[in-house]
T-cell receptor, first 111, second 115 residues
């Protein structure tokens, strides 16, 4: 059974600081997704990582994938308050039929 | 091109009533997935359907829950005799298929509250 673990689960940081969220998964996967969710809202797709060594950046967020280590990271650079949200990683199992989500990282950026 | 459409967005039901949640996939998508998000938790897979077929229902509770995706019309997630523990956000997603490279797109979600 595919397991996906994120850490930290809760992250409080000051504006302007950098931090990394980690996503470990237990079995081989073809794709890894990062999503953002604001309270009471749906999932906003941030990144889709398809291959080992993939790195994608959008604004202050950068995601990377190491399939050998079964690890993805979401790096936040110079955080701003608007980044406060819950961030989920999700892994597509080998069958490609469904996503398994991590528990989510609740990020709070303090002014 | 409209995205994945879910309705109702918010639904309130009394204990023992039935809840029906609808999902229209993106145009051209024939693969639909339902996920449930309990308060303060991540999303959990429930069921994966293609037109007229249930492909994987390993995440569905054994009783009271059912799903269908008919040849015509939206996919429906049906919860009979709802209980307070069914209160959650239910998300539908769709894709072109399970093959690598086919992105899964999520709908806006349906929030069920059981009182």
């Amino acid at each position: 059974e595919l397991k996906v673990e994120q850490n930290p689960l809760f992250l409080s940081m000051q504006e302007g600081k950098n931090y990394t969220i980690y996503c470990n998964y237990s079995t081989t996967s073809d794709r890894l997704y990062w999503y953002r969710q604001d309270p009471g809202k749906s999932l906003e797709s941030l990144f889709v990582l398809l291959s080992n060594g993939a790195v994608k950046q959008e604004g202050r967020l950068m995601a990377s994938l190491d399939t050998k280590a079964r690890l993805s990271t979401l790096h936040i650079t110079a955080a701003v308050h608007d980044l406060s949200a819950t961030y989920f990683c999700a892994v597509d199992g080998a069958s490609g039929s469904r996503l398994t989500f991590g528990e989510g990282t609740q990020l709070t950026v303090n002014p | 091109n409209a995205g994945v459409m879910q309705n109702p967005r918010h639904l309130v039901r009394r204990r023992g009533q039935e809840a029906r949640l609808r999902c229209s996939p993106m145009k051209g998508h024939s693969h639909v997935y339902w996920y449930r998000q309990l308060p303060e938790e991540g999303l959990k897979f429930m069921v994966y359907l293609q037109k007229e077929n249930i492909i994987d229902e390993s995440g569905m509770p054994k009783e009271r829950f059912s799903a269908e995706f008919p040849k015509e019309g939206p996919s429906i997630l049906r919860i009979q005799q709802v209980v307070r523990g069914d209160s959650a956000a239910y998300f539908c997603a769709s894709s072109l298929g399970p093959a690598s490279g086919n992105t899964i797109y999520f709908g806006e979600g349906s929030w069920l509250t059981v009182v």
